[in-house]
């Protein structure tokens, strides 16, 4: 009964700003990490970013690092994923993730279309 809703995508130029959100809900929804991963066409899967419960450790992709900010406020049972001067390269649908203590449960997002432009 856990579900993550994700929002925040859309089209934009080369340069421009997005910030993705993705709100769990459900009574037993208790993560102990949350991330983002991203999927291009023809590509496989990869990890952007992950954030560990009330305020744990971050982790990024090489290719994001500097450019893109991940954040989670527990209250609101929200992960939030701030992109800055964004490339055509991070075109993908990109997909929200949360996973219990010692991965005994995993959760996914249906995810939300990024498409940057030139």
């Known amino acids: 009964q856990v579900q993550l809703l994700e929002s925040g995508g859309g089209l934009v130029q080369a340069g421009d700003s997005l910030r993705l959100s993705c709100q769990g809900s459900g009574r037993t929804f208790s993560p102990w990490a949350m991330g983002w991963y991203r999927q291009a066409p023809g590509k496989q899967r990869e990890l952007v970013a992950s954030?560990?419960?009330?305020?744990?450790?971050?982790n990024y992709a090489d290719s994001v690092k500097g450019r893109f900010t991940i954040s989670w406020d527990t209250a609101k049972n929200t992960v939030y994923l701030q992109m800055n001067s964004l490339k055509p390269e991070d075109t993908a649908v990109y997909y929200c993730?949360?996973?219990?203590?010692?991965?005994?449960?995993?959760?996914w997002g249906q995810g939300t279309q990024v498409t940057v432009s030139s």
């Open positions: 954030i560990g419960t009330n305020g744990g450790g971050t």
């Open positions: 993730n949360a996973r219990t203590r010692g991965y005994r449960d995993v959760y």
